[in-house]
């Protein structure tokens, strides 16, 4: 079964090298770097991580793109989204494999997957797995939560290759692991397929991905960190128990101009109350510039909505 996934789903997972420029106290110096992509059409498109097409923030210089028969692509960036860690690649060539698109709605908990990349520049690698768990979020990692996560192998290298299911079908991107000690300790994660799917869309039709900005940096008011820090700085304050706790505001954002400021509490969005994080995170996801909102806002003891109207997301956030 696995064997028959891995010939359907390799020949389509790429080896992505890149190189650039950083700048030194004693001058620029070339670097280099590597992953893996997957073709996901006939005319060229390969999908990978935006991490992995970026050297020290910036586009790489050059982009190169290994087939597992040999041939090698220059690749140009037709787009990249960064809160999604993905970026769109173009290659010139001709009779390329090309993954079939699987539907990550359907995956369940226990599902067997296998993990397809180039770890450490060794070349195609299969790794084998289970679903580990549904809709993981990444916090600390300035990621939306919505992951798939597995216990097949990834390791560096492998961002960007293909998680595919038993019938060799493309159902996410690989794109991070947990670890402690920076190599796989079982527990990776990967983009779904149908997440990806939207992101390609919007590059392909607009040239970007235009993400909803509100402008704050927020916790979760009833993690218990959090709730004991805002305990010992405030002792007298009684703070809602859920919510989103806003300790920044960016200056010339939508929340600025709404009146949201550091110390508020989002209570509701849009009449819906934001009991964890991830529920702010994936209205986020869904949201689009332009549209308004109404935050209920929790504020030295009293409520106020507010509406505010989502800006793009600059592309340095």
């Not at 402008?215 to 809602?240: H, K, N, T, W």
């Amino acid at each position: 079964m696995l064997r028959t996934a891995s010939q359907r789903i390799s020949p389509a997972v790429v080896n992505v090298d890149t190189t650039g420029e950083i700048a030194t106290w004693r001058g620029w110096r070339e670097v280099g770097g590597r992953g893996s992509g997957v073709i996901i059409s006939s005319d060229g498109y390969v999908v990978t991580n935006n991490h992995v097409v970026r050297i020290q923030r910036q586009i790489a210089r050059d982009i190169f793109v290994t087939l597992q028969d040999g041939r090698r692509f220059r690749a140009t960036v037709l787009g990249t989204d960064s809160q999604n860690d993905i970026a769109l690649l173009k290659i010139d060539g001709r009779n390329l494999p090309v993954a079939q698109l699987g539907d990550s709605d359907k995956l369940q908990v226990g599902d067997w997957v296998i993990a397809v990349g180039n770890p450490f520049g060794l070349g195609t690698t299969v790794t084998a797995g289970i679903v580990s768990a549904l809709n993981r979020s990444l916090e600390g990692m300035g990621a939306p939560s919505g992951f798939i996560q597995t216990d097949a192998a990834i390791n560096q290298g492998n961002s960007g290759g293909a998680l595919a299911d038993s019938r060799g079908r493309l159902i996410g991107i690989n794109t991070a692991i947990f670890s402690p000690v920076g190599a796989n300790v079982g527990i990776g994660f990967a983009i779904p397929i149908n997440r990806v799917k939207q992101v390609v869309k919007e590059i392909l039709e607009h040239g970007s991905v235009g993400q909803a900005w509100l402008g704050i940096s927020y916790a979760d008011i009833s993690d218990p960190q959090i709730r004991r820090f805002l305990q010992e700085r405030l002792p007298d304050v009684r703070f809602p128990a859920n919510g989103m706790f806003i300790d920044g505001v960016v200056a010339n954002s939508p929340a600025r101009s709404a009146g949201i400021q550091p110390g508020d509490v989002i209570i509701q969005l849009n009449g819906r109350p934001l009991r964890t994080i991830e529920d702010m995170q994936n209205f986020m996801r869904r949201a689009k510039p332009g549209q308004q909102i109404t935050l209920r806002i929790w504020r030295d003891g009293q409520t106020l909505d507010l509406k505010v109207t989502l800006g793009v997301r600059p592309d340095d956030m």
